[in-house]
């Protein structure tokens, strides 16, 4: 049977089920679910999500945590809580892994989950399953398993980080292929299980504004941001500089600009090394790990090789196998530099401050607005960097664009608008004359960086293009906007708020009657969101 008809043969089970209200002081389950407990962005959040609802316990409730994973844990905390999320309550799911050669049945996996929860004391009336990035693509079983375990009137809260439709066209290919329905629409839909017991949550109002267009109601729809733990003192400094001088040649008496990420396309390091182009001989750019992912490898290696080739003051892996541990990074670090092009959730934006650094390069208004609506000042980011149209030319950037856009579009089985509407669309890319760097592909981005390397004139014509970039960088700047976010991202985004949070949420989702969803939802209108032009790099899908 099709995914999107099996929801639909599961939602007829669940219409008849009266509605169950939660006994507020009866303890509840919370299965956590993911692909794997690898160090990354999610499984940092899933920790700290465990971190935080201990604290909620320890001020009295007797909820307990189960999390249930594909078996990969690399780096996973050793010293996590006992009552949420304790060696004891921590279980190797094979089913929840990865796709592999051979394809997985959604009924074996929603069986396997059902026999784990029942063992662990779970039941649909005392548990709450808070699943992470179930739609991604990366298991394509995921889907269907849920919509089984909702059929059966099991709560869920599908908390989405990422979307197969923000541009990753192997992923979304990846459930097609996968899905063995009839219409399109059914396979999309079958995606987001649409039931009064089946909560979502996201990391922004951006992303609630994406799915509620496509009609999942506002009572089953959550804003969850990430928690920002605190990591307290950071080491020594010098030591630090000193270390980075021996290993990796960053002179100790320049300031260092710190871009602490893996060095994935998104992560547009061709900015960040227009940024030490900028710079000159004032500052050192560090960037700290490469990429996992051997499809991000070749893109990596290409920006680092062109590094080397025009001398740029950049040094690679200053947090890998060879190089310093993450905290003494910071303490060496002058200022933080951001140049990605798309973020789920951005804690850099967050993280900073905690560490006493300002924060200075590209801003990404549909996630910082969020942040700045909490209090954050974020003075020394902005969402373009300016670079003059003719360094490039028109035709050649337009044929560039179009190309590449044409080229992803059909990946998802898309084609381009009208010709009036695609002309409407570019020239509201060019701004007095100039495009954005993170809107060029990494020819045309390799191509300005070696104009500017090669050319004080170009630089300075850059920096007085974008004037913000060489006020950003002035080595002496005040350090009141560092303490006023600090306090900020702490009464705001803290390990105790997001338990609080959690927990309100977890209520929630348990007390919903158990029915069918009421309005209809149009899947497609997620790919339509996320789709348009004005949103696209070439560098995120180039290989």
Same mark, same amino acid.
């Given at each position: 049977?099709?995914?999107?008809?099996?929801?639909?043969?599961?939602?007829?089970?669940?219409?008849?089920?009266?509605?169950?209200?939660?006994?507020?002081?009866?303890?509840?389950?919370?299965?956590?679910?993911?692909?794997?407990?690898?160090?990354?962005?999610?499984?940092?959040?899933?920790?700290?999500?465990?971190?935080?609802?201990?604290?909620?316990?320890?001020?009295?409730?007797?909820?307990?945590?189960?999390?249930?994973?594909?078996?990969?844990?690399?780096?996973?905390?050793?010293?996590?809580?006992?009552?949420?999320?304790?060696?004891?309550?921590?279980?190797?799911?094979?089913?929840?892994?990865?796709?592999?050669?051979?394809?997985?049945?959604?009924?074996?996996?929603?069986?396997?989950?059902?026999?784990?929860?029942?063992?662990?004391?779970?039941?649909?009336?005392?548990?709450?399953?808070?699943?992470?990035?179930?739609?991604?693509?990366?298991?394509?079983?995921?889907?269907?398993?849920?919509?089984?375990?909702?059929?059966?009137?099991?709560?869920?809260?599908?908390?989405?980080?990422?979307?197969?439709?923000?541009?990753?066209?192997?992923?979304?290919?990846?459930?097609?292929?996968?899905?063995?329905?009839?219409?399109?629409?059914?396979?999309?839909?079958?995606?987001?299980?649409?039931?009064?017991?089946?909560?979502?949550?996201?990391?922004?109002?951006?992303?609630?504004?994406?799915?509620?267009?496509?009609?999942?109601?506002?009572?089953?729809?959550?804003?969850?941001?990430?928690?920002?733990?605190?990591?307290?003192?950071?080491?020594?400094?010098?030591?630090?500089?000193?270390?980075?001088?021996?290993?990796?040649?960053?002179?100790?008496?320049?300031?260092?600009?710190?871009?602490?990420?893996?060095?994935?396309?998104?992560?547009?390091?061709?900015?960040?090394?227009?940024?030490?182009?900028?710079?000159?001989?004032?500052?050192?750019?560090?960037?700290?790990?490469?990429?996992?992912?051997?499809?991000?490898?070749?893109?990596?290696?290409?920006?680092?090789?062109?590094?080397?080739?025009?001398?740029?003051?950049?040094?690679?892996?200053?947090?890998?196998?060879?190089? !310093? +541990?993450?905290? =003494?990074? &910071?303490?060496?670090?002058?200022?933080? %530099?951001?140049?990605?092009? #798309?973020?789920? $959730? /951005?804690?850099?934006?967050?993280?900073?401050?905690?560490?006493?650094?300002?924060?200075?390069?590209?801003?990404?208004?549909?996630?910082?607005?969020?942040?700045?609506?909490?209090?954050?000042?974020?003075?020394?980011?902005?969402?373009?960097?300016?670079?003059?149209?003719?360094?490039?030319?028109?035709?050649?950037?337009?044929?560039?664009?179009?190309?590449?856009?044409?080229?992803?579009?059909?990946?998802?089985?898309?084609? !381009? +608008?009208?010709? =009036?509407? &695609?002309?409407?669309?570019?020239?509201? %890319?060019?701004?007095?004359? #100039?495009?954005? $760097? /993170?809107?060029?592909?990494?020819?045309?981005?390799?191509?300005?960086?070696?104009?500017?390397?090669?050319?004080?004139?170009?630089?300075?014509?850059?920096?007085?293009?974008?004037?913000?970039?060489?006020?950003?960088?002035?080595?002496?700047?005040?350090?009141?906007?560092?303490?006023?976010?600090?306090?900020?991202?702490?009464?705001?985004?803290?390990?105790?708020?997001?338990?609080?949070?959690?927990?309100?949420?977890?209520?929630?989702?348990?007390?919903?009657?158990?029915?069918?969803?009421?309005?209809?939802?149009?899947?497609?209108?997620?790919?339509?969101?996320?789709?348009?032009?004005?949103?696209?790099?070439?560098?995120?899908?180039?290989?």
């Amino acid at each position: 049977m099709g995914a999107g008809r099996l929801w639909c043969a599961l939602t007829a089970r669940i219409i008849r089920r009266p509605r169950r209200h939660w006994n507020e002081s009866a303890p509840m389950l919370i299965a956590i679910v993911h692909y794997h407990l690898n160090r990354g962005g999610v499984t940092q959040v899933i920790a700290n999500h465990l971190r935080a609802l201990d604290a909620q316990a320890a001020l009295g409730g007797e909820d307990r945590c189960v999390v249930l994973h594909g078996g990969p844990r690399v780096d996973w905390p050793d010293q996590l809580p006992g009552t949420c999320g304790g060696e004891e309550a921590v279980h190797a799911v094979a089913e929840l892994g990865y796709d592999g050669a051979q394809a997985r049945k959604p009924r074996a996996l929603a069986s396997r989950l059902t026999a784990l929860l029942r063992r662990s004391g779970g039941s649909p009336s005392t548990t709450v399953i808070h699943v992470h990035n179930h739609s991604l693509g990366k298991n394509t079983a995921l889907a269907g398993a849920l919509a089984e375990l909702a059929g059966e009137g099991w709560p869920l809260l599908l908390q989405i980080h990422d979307f197969a439709e923000d541009f990753r066209p192997e992923n979304y290919e990846r459930l097609r292929a996968a899905a063995q329905c009839g219409t399109k629409s059914d396979w999309t839909g079958s995606l987001y299980p649409q039931a009064a017991h089946v909560h979502y949550a996201v990391l922004n109002q951006r992303d609630a504004s994406i799915l509620a267009a496509a009609g999942v109601e506002p009572a089953r729809l959550h804003v969850l941001p990430n928690p920002v733990g605190d990591s307290g003192p950071l080491p020594p400094r010098e030591p630090a500089r000193r270390q980075l001088a021996d290993r990796f040649g960053v002179p100790p008496d320049r300031p260092l600009l710190l871009y602490p990420i893996r060095g994935i396309r998104r992560k547009n390091l061709g900015e960040a090394l227009l940024w030490s182009a900028l710079a000159r001989a004032d500052w050192h750019l560090g960037v700290t790990l490469p990429p996992l992912n051997p499809v991000e490898r070749p893109s990596y290696e290409r920006w680092k090789a062109l590094a080397a080739s025009l001398a740029l003051p950049a040094a690679f892996e200053i947090g890998g196998e060879a190089g !310093l +541990p993450y905290a =003494a990074n &910071l303490a060496a670090a002058d200022r933080m %530099l951001t140049t990605s092009v #798309a973020e789920g $959730f /951005g804690l850099v934006f967050l993280e900073t401050w905690l560490a006493g650094k300002r924060l200075i390069g590209r801003d990404l208004p549909e996630i910082t607005a969020d942040f700045r609506a909490a209090g954050l000042r974020l003075e020394d980011l902005r969402p373009r960097l300016n670079i003059p149209l003719d360094w490039i030319g028109l035709a050649a950037w337009q044929a560039e664009v179009v190309r590449a856009y044409e080229a992803t579009l059909a990946r998802f089985r898309r084609q !381009l +608008p009208p010709p =009036a509407e &695609l002309r409407r669309e570019l020239d509201g %890319l060019v701004v007095d004359g #100039a495009v954005d $760097f /993170g809107a060029l592909s990494s020819r045309e981005q390799q191509q300005i960086l070696e104009q500017v390397t090669g050319s004080g004139e170009r630089q300075r014509q850059l920096r007085r293009l974008n004037g913000w970039i060489e006020a950003a960088l002035q080595p002496e700047r005040t350090v009141a906007v560092v303490e006023e976010n600090a306090a900020v991202v702490r009464r705001v985004y803290s390990l105790e708020t997001c338990g609080r949070r959690l927990r309100e949420l977890y209520r929630a989702v348990a007390d919903s009657p158990r029915a069918a969803a009421r309005q209809p939802f149009d899947a497609a209108r997620i790919l339509d969101e996320f789709l348009s032009l004005s949103r696209f790099q070439p560098i995120r899908v180039e290989p």
